[in-house]
């Protein structure tokens, strides 16, 4: 209390976000000239940095490390408080960048389209506008009394995909 009997009012901590950008060309400096590639960057308002790499090998602990590392040490402890977390995106993780796609070439993939339609089927090609895929529908086919598997292949823009995800077979 003040001394007019009033409540003080709270001290307000200042939050400063970490700008993504600064971690981006971090991690850009460390994967250069490697096989890995930066996937995404997340940063909550509580400066909780999670960092997603990949490469068509796979990612050792030791790549996120790294990487951990040398973002650590580019800031001043001093002056950001932030947690840190480097890792891959993980089976079942929605692709976010080109390469993840160039990556499963040949394999099966599941994509959601913009309008809700899915497709499932093998990941031909991909480049920077579109990707190519073969798969199954069923259809109904002249003369036939039934609906019969046919075999398409569809060239499908990035803007109308909402979402792929590799489909893992055992």
Known sequence: MNESGDLESPVLLEIIMIDTNIIE??????????????V????????????FVDSQEGVTIEQCVEISRHVNDSFD?????????????????????????????????DILLNNGRKIEGKLLSANEKEI?????????VEGAKRQKWVDKES???FENIKETIEIITF
């Open 40 to 51: 995404e960057i997340k940063v909550d308002s509580a400066n909780n940095i999670h960092i």
């Open 77 to 109: 402890r001093e002056e950001e408080d932030f947690s840190l977390e480097v890792s891959s995106p993980g089976i079942g993780s929605a692709f976010k960048v080109l390469p993840q796609y160039e990556k499963v070439i040949g394999r099966t993939v």
């Open 132 to 140: 190519r895929v073969s798969y199954s529908v069923k259809e109904k």
């Open 155 to 157: 060239a499908i823009n």
């Open 25 to 38: 060309q971090l991690v850009n400096e460390k994967v250069e000239g490697s096989n890995l590639f930066l």
